[in-house]
């Protein structure tokens, strides 16, 4: 039965190009949503930048550009790299959008304080603006930020509070109880002990004077939503929450939030009680998927270990790095990518995988067929699809490189090419069912490679063999 399935990526930083981490969080998000797609499902896929926080300010003083030029420039590559990944979302939300995403930040805020979950108080400690997150001394090593390694800024300010701390237990059963899912169980169980330790409650504005960018706070023009409060609400804003409900009432609640490691907190506590403080449904899941590292270390551009994901995309196309992300890389931990892996993964898995395969086959019912065999008009993917509900996105396409491995066997036993010249007509029945075999691949691989799908459908449809390998073996 369809149903509708609504996908979200995190919003990105625009401070910087996109790098591998972020290509993979859209890549599952895009996998996931055509694999909902195929089942007849009306989804919904938002993507979009986290605009109101102070990162950007160095980097357009650096560039002696205006922040709207900036954005603009900057947006615009983003989308670049999604459209060369084939990332086919609905809706790229802005958070400096003051018209489609501040009357939903607005809303919530108004909503929050008619709950009597805001207060006026002081905020003295600690700020990093890397996170855009308040730290206390004790999150700290050696007195610095434990992701970016600088020292946050002391601030003392007076600021509204959100009451985190009242949905402590509440948002604790709704996990444990996978009423809110969070996948998978290790980043469930991190949580859980989080939530265990209690919440405090958290500052959720800044003053204007400190803070340039941001969301006024209704009510109050000294003070700007917190970047964090302001950025969560993209998941609603973009469905028109507080301007036209439509998509809203259609879409909300989302099937899953996409989300690294490191925002767990914010997605698994933070935003669930912003929505039941505004008497709103929850998400139902969370996915949170690792880092990319490479050899085993965080990409930085001191160890030279950067993988760029628009140079890897011109060099070896599209659905060779969407290849690599979904096979080679587990969605609930962190996975390692060099260029030796990728180029290993991309000869076996697709050059003499998938590629020759094509070629053999359709090289033998090109000469051999006089035209494209009957195909199944409805073939049975529940299998497959199982995999999607549950995130296994990876497993989905071990089991579509399963049949691919299956199906060079029954060619290597059969022998096709030797029987048909003794017996045609045994010969080509053999052709035959592995064009239907191949077709049935071409089918599973929509969600995970969408271009060379539509590539091998058509070849087999028009019984072609290809012009030249779909993928070339790198060496
Ligand atoms: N703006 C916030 C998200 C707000 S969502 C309401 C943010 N942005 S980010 O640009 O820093 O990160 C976006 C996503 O990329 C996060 O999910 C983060 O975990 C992910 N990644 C950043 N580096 C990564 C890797 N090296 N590997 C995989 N994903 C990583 O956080």
Not at 137 to 153: A, Q, R
Not at 325 to 330: D, H, K, Q, T, Y
Request: hydrophobic share 35%; proline share 5%; net charge negative.
């Amino acid at each position: 039965m369809s149903q509708k399935f609504y996908i979200t990526t995190p919003i990105f930083y625009p401070n910087a190009n996109l790098h591998m981490g972020h290509a993979y969080t859209v890549t599952v998000c895009d996998v996931l949503r055509r694999a909902h797609k195929m089942q007849g499902d009306d989804t919904y896929f938002l993507t979009g930048s986290d605009e109101n926080t102070g990162k950007i300010l160095k980097v357009v003083t650096e560039k002696n550009q205006t922040v709207s030029e900036y954005l603009t420039e900057v947006t615009e590559k983003f989308k670049d790299l999604f459209g060369k990944l084939d990332i086919s979302y609905d809706q790229f939300i802005q958070t400096s959008d003051k018209e489609k995403h501040w009357p939903g930040a607005q809303t919530l805020w108004k909503k929050l304080v008619e709950a009597g979950d805001i207060y006026k108080s002081k905020y003295i400690g600690l700020y990093c603006v890397g996170c855009e997150t308040f730290y206390t001394e004790k999150d700290l090593v050696d007195g610095k930020c434990p992701v970016h390694l600088t020292i946050p800024e002391k601030i003392e300010e007076d600021n509204y509070f959100f009451k985190l701390s009242k949905y402590t237990q509440v948002i604790r059963e709704k996990i444990e109880t996978d009423e809110l899912q969070v996948v998978p169980s290790t980043r469930k169980n991190e949580i859980l002990a989080q939530l265990d330790r209690g919440l405090d409650d958290i500052s959720f504005s800044r003053p204007v004077k400190n803070v340039p960018y941001g969301i006024p706070v209704p009510g109050d023009s000294e003070q700007v939503i917190y970047v964090w409060c302001d950025a969560l609400v993209n998941y609603i804003s973009a469905l028109g929450y507080g301007r036209d409900d439509e998509l809203f009432q259609r879409f909300w609640p989302a099937q899953a939030h996409v989300i690294g490691k490191d925002i767990l907190r914010f997605h698994a506590a933070i935003w669930p009680a912003m929505l039941l403080s505004a008497g709103l449904p929850l998400p139902q899941a969370l996915l949170v998927h690792g880092f990319i590292t490479s050899g085993g270390h965080k990409m930085s551009k001191s160890l030279g270990n950067v993988i760029d994901p628009y140079d890897l995309v011109s060099e070896y196309g599209k659905d060779a790095v969407r290849y690599y992300l979904i096979r080679e890389i587990s969605p609930f931990e962190d996975g390692d990518m060099t260029m030796d892996r990728f180029k290993d993964a991309y000869n076996a898995g697709l050059a003499n995988g998938l590629g020759n395969l094509v070629s053999r086959i359709l090289t033998l019912s090109e000469k051999y067929l006089d035209g494209c065999p009957e195909l199944p008009e409805q073939e049975d993917f529940t299998q497959y699809f199982a995999f999607f509900e549950s995130f296994e996105i990876q497993k989905a396409a071990d089991y579509v490189w399963g049949e691919i491995g299956d199906l060079d066997r029954f060619i290597q036993s059969t022998e096709p090419f030797k029987v048909v010249k003794v017996d045609e007509e045994h010969g080509k029945k053999l052709i035959s069912d592995m064009v239907v075999r191949l077709y049935r691949i071409a089918q599973m691989l929509k969600p995970i490679l969408p271009e060379t799908s539509e590539i091998l459908k058509k070849l087999i449809v028009e019984n072609k063999k290809p012009e030249k390998p779909l993928f070339l073996r790198k060496d």
